[in-house]
Structures are given as structure tokens and as C-alpha cells.
């Protein structure tokens, strides 16, 4: 009912890594049969952390949106803070870039945890 993944979509830190992961897409977030959608799934696989939609998005709003958040995620120029913090300051950059979708992405994982 759910489908799959498959490889060539799924980038990762590595056997000893433990990736953030960036789920944004279309058809991620939940489904009435599993409400708990993908990010679940990749927590178990070890992800540190998982950013991940509570509804669908248009293509283009998953790209800008993922673009956002890996400007931010690489920006050498800002402080170490926390996924909660970084949260924040993503859905505000996202708004001001006038992508309203990014209010319902959410944060999976230890929300203390620093990048």
C-alpha cells in the first residue's frame, strides 16, 4: 500500500554515517492507512534527522524547499544550533521567499540535536 523508495532516490552518509535527511516531495507525508508517512522508516535506518512534509507539494515547491533548507544546512557563515532552531529559521526564509508550504514540514529526531 505505502510502495518504495528506490536506490538512485536515496542518498546517504554512508555505512557509518548518519545522514540528514530531506523528504520533500509530492507523495511523502502520510497515508490514511500509515499516518506516520517515510520519516519513520529512514529514523531506523539511522538518519540523524529527518525533514520531512505533513502534506503534499507541488514539484516545484519540494525544490525550492529543499533548496532552502541545503542553503542553510551549508551556510559556513552561521552558528552551530539546534534542528529546532534551524526549523525555525528555515520556514521563516522559506515564507520570505514567499513558499507558504514550508509550514508543514516537520522535524524528526532529537530536536536538540546541533548541526
Not at 555505512?15 to 517515510?38: Q, R
Not at 520531512?52 to 541545503?70: E, I, K, P, R, V
Request: charged share 20%; with cysteine; aromatic share 8%.
Amino acid at each position: 500500500a505505502r510502495g518504495s523508495l528506490r536506490y538512485p532516490y536515496v542518498v546517504g552518509a554512508g555505512a557509518d554515517g548518519h545522514p540528514v535527511v530531506l523528504l520533500f516531495g509530492c507523495d511523502t507525508a502520510g497515508l490514511e492507512a500509515d499516518p506516520s508517512g517515510w520519516a519513520p522508516r529512514f529514523l531506523q535506518e539511522r538518519a540523524a534527522v529527518v525533514f520531512s512534509t505533513l502534506t503534499m507539494l507541488y514539484a516545484s515547491q519540494s525544490a525550492t524547499l529543499a533548496q532552502t533548507m541545503a542553503r542553510l544546512l551549508r551556510d559556513t557563515s552561521r552558528d552551530e544550533m539546534s534542528v529546532g532552531e534551524l526549523s525555525r529559521m528555515f520556514r521563516v526564509a522559506a515564507v520570505r521567499e514567499g513558499v507558504i508550504a514550508a509550514l508543514g514540514i516537520a522535524a524528526y529526531g532529537d530536536s536538540d540535536w546541533t548541526v
